[in-house]
């Protein structure tokens, strides 16, 4: 039963994105904000609020199902000139407020001035960052997101931010563009980066759930999606720093025992080479729910068998750069072993893939195989955990 709460705190906590120690750190669209750096207001205002742009055209379509009502606090996340932020005000009246966030000055002193012009006191402009929409935690009851989100470089932490500001049970409209090969336009396919499936998936990632869809507005080359907030669980490192977090259950069924022991048989590198090899990170979840119970990580025994694809998780950063396997598993191999756990390698993959066991980095050690390893500790009582 420990092995079965093993799997399903990791995977879950692999699915929430949360608990892998990895943190999105490079822009992911570099350079699509360029324009507007120095952008031309009027230019722009001409562009985002002319008949042609159908989010223009649908405007009063839109406001209905958004669904605002006086005393809400909204967040126009990529603001613009500012179209939506002057309607949200109206919706919102006297007793609501609206935050007109962008990456653009220019944009948000147009906007400040024609608010100012206008008499109206409810908008505030915020300047946001690459990788955060610099808005209050628990201000905001609706964050909407039209035309901006595949301007975002930095989605993940973006979302993580909106995330924050959102209050409980806040809601995420979201409007972009139809990228559809043979459907969109071609600025659309070059301009786009991805497809409403990519993008809802990288919301919901972000703690949120898809409510619905919209497909009754008029929109051709656009949709429209609703996502509501979700708590998202707070996870511990009490062991395994910044790797393999879990959520203390104090009250659960089957705790960690002490004197469990566990070999893990990983043989995956994982889907993604910027995160750690799944058995690596499964290794620190078990040594976290084990400190999180109670116990001392030595309290539990386990061994990571590395072989398969995962043979080269054990080599040195250089090593694996030279062999075209770039390492994500430097650190988390450190801080497992700091707290007690081991990692073997098979030195027949080793051999196989015409790698010289002086290649394996600090911390690991060359196993004569990977089936010996495994049959060896199974028949000293430890239990298997195949990580594939």
């Known amino acids: 039963?420990?092995?079965?709460?093993?799997?399903?705190?990791?995977?879950?906590?692999?699915?929430?994105?949360?608990?892998?120690?990895?943190?999105?750190?490079?822009?992911?669209?570099?350079?699509?904000?360029?324009?507007?750096?120095?952008?031309?207001?009027?230019?722009?205002?001409?562009?985002?609020?002319?008949?042609?742009?159908?989010?223009?055209?649908?405007?009063?379509?839109?406001?209905?199902?958004?669904?605002?009502?006086?005393?809400?606090?909204?967040?126009?996340?990529?603001?613009?000139?500012?179209?939506?932020t002057r309607l949200f005000a109206e919706q919102v009246g006297t007793k609501g407020k609206v935050y007109a966030v962008d990456i653009a000055a220019k944009f948000l002193d147009h906007i400040a001035a024609r608010t100012k012009e206008a008499g109206v006191t409810n908008v505030t402009t915020v300047l946001c960052k690459p990788h955060s929409a610099e808005l209050p935690a628990n201000s905001i009851d609706v964050a909407f997101i039209c035309d901006t989100y595949h301007h975002f470089e930095f989605p993940q932490r973006t979302m993580a931010s909106i995330h924050s500001a959102l209050k409980p049970g806040g809601k995420v409209v979201l409007i972009d563009f139809k990228r559809i090969p043979g459907t969109s336009r071609e600025w659309t396919l070059s301009h786009v980066r991805a497809g409403q499936e990519v993008f809802e998936k990288e919301v919901i990632t972000a703690g949120f759930k898809k409510l619905n869809e919209e497909k009754d507005l008029g929109l051709k080359e656009n949709y429209f999606v609703v996502f509501q907030k979700v708590p998202t669980m707070k996870f511990d490192y009490p062991a395994v720093v910044g790797y393999g977090g879990v959520v203390p259950l104090p009250s659960a069924a089957e705790q960690p025992v002490k004197g469990t022991k566990i070999v893990i048989d990983t043989t995956g590198a994982g889907k993604d080479a910027s995160k750690p090899a799944p058995g690596l990170v499964r290794a620190a979840t078990l040594l976290n729910l084990a400190v999180a119970s109670g116990l001392k990580a030595t309290d539990v025994e386990v061994v990571v068998v590395l072989h398969g694809d995962a043979t080269f998780a054990a080599l040195t950063d250089d090593a694996a750069k030279t062999a075209g396997r770039p390492n994500a598993n430097g650190e988390l191999i450190e801080r497992l072993t700091k707290a007690g756990g081991r990692v073997l390698v098979c030195g027949q993959s080793l051999a196989r893939n015409g790698l010289d066991p002086k290649l394996v980095r600090p911390g690991v050690t060359v196993a004569a195989s990977a089936i010996t390893a495994v049959a060896n500790m199974q028949g000293r009582g430890f239990a298997l955990v195949p990580a594939p």
């Open 1 to 84: 039963m420990f092995v079965r709460l093993l799997t399903f705190v990791t995977l879950t906590a692999l699915a929430a994105g949360f608990g892998t120690g990895t943190a999105q750190e490079k822009s992911i669209r570099p350079g699509i904000n360029d324009p507007f750096q120095n952008p031309d207001v009027k230019k722009y205002e001409a562009t985002f609020e002319g008949e042609s742009r159908e989010v223009f055209a649908q405007r009063k379509e839109i406001l209905k199902v958004v669904g605002l009502k006086p005393g809400m606090t909204v967040a126009d996340i990529g603001a613009g000139t500012g179209l939506y």
